[in-house]
């Protein structure tokens, strides 16, 4: 059974010294979504929402997300990321519309960058419901989760579809 890397001798939270790990390029690609109703769509691709074009602004939020996980997140590692990456793509139904969401982040460090992309993500998600919110509360934020990793001692991980 593996021990708990975040916690010292006492119990307590720490955080984890990664000064003997090798510096390898690290990736890591999240997925998360938000489902709205026909309005919200149809502002959202006219651009026509009054708090400005929000796929634009909800992308820009997922890049500074990822750039400031370690503000946000106690035990992570503040990180030279090298690059990131948002897309997007609809998913239309008879009355919903969803917004799958996937945000890329890569560094060359001694940490991996899952919590960056995972954050990217949520946030990308959350801005978009922000931006929409006067229209319809009843939004659906789904699931968050780590499509890929590369690089790193625990090695890669794909995701199975």
């Not at 720490?14 to 999240?30: L, Q, Y």
């Not at 500074?64 to 030279?80: G, Q, R």
């Not at 897309?87 to 919590?115: D, H, P, R, Y």
């Amino acid at each position: 059974m593996s021990e708990f890397t975040h916690i010292n001798e006492q119990g307590n939270a720490k955080m984890v010294d990664v000064s003997e790990k090798n510096i390898t390029k690290r990736t890591a690609t999240a997925h998360s979504s938000i489902t709205v109703n026909q309005a919200i769509y149809q502002q959202i691709v006219d651009n026509t929402n009054k708090k400005g074009n929000v796929l634009n602004t909800a992308q820009i939020a997922g890049i500074m997300a990822a750039k400031n996980t370690a503000d946000i997140i106690p035990m992570c590692h503040p990180l030279p990321l090298t690059g990131i990456d948002v897309s997007f793509n609809w998913k239309e139904n008879e009355t919903s519309f969803t917004l799958n969401i996937q945000a890329s982040v890569s560094t060359t460090g001694k940490t991996g960058v899952e919590m960056e992309a995972l954050t990217a993500a949520s946030a990308v998600a959350l801005t978009v419901y922000d931006m929409t919110k006067a229209l319809d509360k009843s939004m659906i934020i789904g699931e968050t989760y780590l499509l890929s990793k590369t690089g790193g001692k625990s090695g890669d991980f794909q995701r199975p579809n």
